[in-house]
């Protein structure tokens, strides 16, 4: 059965440093979105994008973010700037289609620790 | 404001006991309303959605749109039904929906 992959697992950075966040969505899916959970807090919408650009973004999602998807199966996040509060787990998840009926499957997740 | 409220951080019951999951929702129209489940150290993954009306693992949730409410239940817990469960809601109709997640709720099953 085919599933949404991240990569790395677990990526350790330094306060300031830039990471990027690896995903590669199930492949006949269309629409792409970025959740991330704080320790111990609620699982938070990041951003979600369709036909290479942005459909919704939360007020989490500043100029620090952005996503891409450089070519036809990868979708990235990038964080530019890395604050000790951007440490998280990240999830990533993709849907065939968009609407609330739609069944989003998500990814296992990056967990990103900023030092 | 949307918002998804699970009352219980921890649940922990016997096995062969009914269980009960809360779940209350905040939005202006008719969201659609799922249950998402994490096992040990596994993705999450939809469990069910009030659309679909289905029964998953023995699982049934009931919307109530006048207590804006979709309860989890399961009348006999098993031992592997132990997991977090986070409810959650959705905008029906939208251009690539944004799930909004409650806080999610520990069911722990005693053996």
């Known amino acids: 059965e085919p599933e949404v992959t991240q990569t790395p697992s677990h990526q350790v950075t330094q306060m300031g440093q830039e990471v990027i966040l690896r995903c590669v969505p199930i492949s006949n899916h269309l629409y792409f979105y970025w959740y991330r959970q704080i320790l111990g807090q609620k699982v938070e919408f990041l951003v979600s994008?369709?036909?290479?650009?942005?459909?919704?973004k939360s007020e989490i999602f500043d100029d620090q973010f952005s996503v891409e998807r450089p070519d036809g199966s990868n979708f990235t996040l990038k964080i530019r700037s890395t604050k000790l509060e951007d440490s998280a787990m990240y999830f990533c998840a993709s849907s065939y289609q968009a609407g609330g009926y739609n069944e989003q499957f998500f990814g296992p997740g990056t967990r990103l620790t900023v030092l | 404001a949307q918002r998804v409220t699970q009352p219980e951080k921890l649940l922990s019951v016997f096995k062969g006991a009914p269980v009960e999951l809360k779940c209350n929702y905040s939005?202006?129209?008719?969201?659609?309303l799922f249950w998402y489940v994490q096992y040990s150290r596994q993705r999450l993954q939809l469990l069910l959605r009030?659309?679909s009306r289905e029964s998953i693992k023995g699982f049934t949730a009931d919307l109530n749109k006048g207590e804006t409410s979709f309860h989890l239940k399961k009348p006999f817990a098993q031992e592997e039904d132990s997991a977090m469960y986070y409810c959650a809601l959705s905008p029906p109709y939208s251009s690539a929906s944004k799930i909004i997640f409650g806080s999610g709720t520990r069911l722990s099953i005693r053996p």
């Open positions: 939005y202006s129209g008719s969201p659609e």
């Open positions: 994008f369709y036909n290479n650009e942005i459909s919704e």
């Open positions: 009030h659309i």
